[in-house]
């Protein structure tokens, strides 16, 4: 199987502070990358999509600064959320894709993150 | 522009069959996926249609037509875990998932 994990699975900090969410392919290598972001009862909106090596792509709207992605290796992704505030309480959910071309993408499990 | 269309809830009967639509527009298609998320989980893989017909898959069969840009996903022999939302998702000719806003399915007893 292809199997992608995140962590932290749940994360709560203070206002103002930095978050880091690490995404990770554990049998296959992810070419590609990509960050959701779901409010509560609301469909995955994407982030942004990261290529290993290169500077990732955002979607309209995603501030670059806030959300710092890093695609460092071919199994390994991370989302900072910088300075966080409550308004960035959701649901972070990393997919990588298999190879270079192809249909296949495969969902971690998720992290909530609750800034107070 | 890309969007995805399907029913925002829908509520049907343990052991009872259910469809659930969903109808796209896309810049280019490479297919048509369904995705089962439990609320507070991540979203999982159910099937995946690139050509017209109907897929099965055990309990679950997923329909494409292509030429009207619409799919279902049929579930046979309900079961109270089968409540869930069902994520309809098309990738466009950039390979870029878009995303339906999902159909919450309440299943009764």
């Known amino acids: 199987g292809a199997v992608v994990s995140q962590h932290p699975s749940r994360v709560i900090c203070k206002s103002g502070t930095s978050v880091k969410i690490e995404c990770r392919s554990l049998d296959f290598q992810a070419t590609t990358m990509f960050w959701y972001r779901q409010f509560p009862k609301q469909s995955l909106m994407l982030m942004a999509t990261s290529n290993e090596g290169s500077k990732a792509t955002y979607e309209q709207g995603v501030e670059k600064d806030k959300f710092l992605i890093n695609h460092a290796s071919l199994t390994l992704s991370t989302l900072t959320v910088t300075s966080a505030h409550p308004e960035d309480s959701s649901f972070y959910i990393c997919s990588a894709r298999r190879g270079e071309v192809s249909n296949e993408q495969f969902f971690g499990p998720g992290t909530r993150l609750t800034v107070l | 522009g890309q969007n995805i269309d399907q029913p925002t809830e829908m509520t049907a009967t343990e052991g009872a069959i259910v469809q659930i639509n969903c109808t796209y527009q896309t810049s280019g298609f490479n297919g048509l996926f369904w995705y089962q998320q439990h609320a507070g989980e991540a979203p999982t893989f159910l099937s995946y249609?690139?050509l017209d017909g109907l897929e099965e898959k055990g309990r679950f069969s997923s329909f494409l037509s292509r030429s009207k840009g619409y799919s279902y996903l049929l579930l046979k022999e309900l079961q109270m875990k089968d409540s869930a939302s069902y994520l309809c998702?098309?990738?466009?000719?950039?390979?870029?998932?878009?995303w339906g806003a999902g159909t919450k399915l309440i299943i009764k007893p």
């Open positions: 998702a098309a990738m466009d000719s950039n390979y870029q998932l878009i």
């Open positions: 249609n690139v």
